[in-house]
């Protein structure tokens, strides 16, 4: 049973528009949530992240969003770029500075079109 | 600053064979991982480490073996290479504790062919 879900696959946009990929979750014990972005033939690299005490989190042209009622997180790109093509995993921790495992979803693919 | 480093990049081997894959960290990390890469899965975690001697399993160990002498260094071994375990192969490592924020740092991956 998969905790961390990213149930589409592929997103396609216009440069210049709004990005928003989704995150589903269903352990209620993740506390902290994180996106790393993942370039062909390179390793994953940290975007952004959010504590569960949080709702919000911005940085530059990157927010994440939390609704932990939902079990859901949402990262916005504004505006996109061609640059922004990449894989976007969301993964999910427990117990912050436990043990420090994430869980990963299978990623979303996001084209950015000039 | 080399940070996460990776050895080989890319390799060929055939079923039966054992295969090392190399993870070598300067940033004297806590914590290290291995995980693997596979089209409809995502990162799936074989196994990790809190600490020098120190291993537990992940997701999908069966088939892999780790070791931690030094902080350093993690390598991952395929004492007997499967088709199955044809994948792309990633490090990480993590300072925890609660500063940290459980953030993962990754090397460029091994991609690791059994032929």
């Known amino acids: 049973d998969q905790q961390v879900k990213q149930n589409s696959p592929s997103l396609s946009v216009q440069e210049g528009r709004i990005s928003i990929l989704n995150c589903d979750y269903t352990n209620s014990m993740f506390d902290y949530f994180l996106w790393y972005k993942k370039y062909p033939a390179e390793g994953p690299t940290f975007l952004i992240s959010i504590s569960s005490i949080k709702d919000k989190n911005e940085d530059g042209r990157f927010t994440v969003f939390l609704n932990k009622s939902a079990k859901h997180l949402s990262l916005h790109i504004v505006p996109s770029q061609p640059g922004d093509s990449a894989v976007y995993f969301c993964a999910a921790s427990a117990k912050t500075g436990a043990n420090s495992k994430l869980t990963f979803g299978k990623g979303i693919t996001l084209s950015v079109r000039p | 600053d080399a940070g996460i480093t990776q050895s080989p990049r890319y390799k060929i081997t055939e079923t039966g064979r054992q295969v090392t894959l190399m993870c070598h960290q300067t940033?004297?990390?806590?914590?290290m991982f291995w995980y693997r890469q596979d089209l409809g899965h995502g990162l799936r975690l074989i196994y990790y480490s809190a600490a020098a001697d120190i291993t537990d399993k992940g997701e999908v160990p069966d088939g892999y073996v780790v070791s931690r002498s030094k902080t350093e260094n993690f390598p991952l071994t395929l004492e007997s290479a499967t088709r199955s375990q044809t994948s792309v192969y990633f490090c990480?490592?993590?300072?925890?504790?609660?500063?940290?924020?459980?953030?993962?740092?990754f090397g460029a991956g091994t991609r690791l062919s059994v032929l």
């Open positions: 990480a490592s993590s300072l925890a504790g609660s500063l940290a924020k459980n953030i993962q740092y």
């Open positions: 940033w004297s990390h806590s914590y």
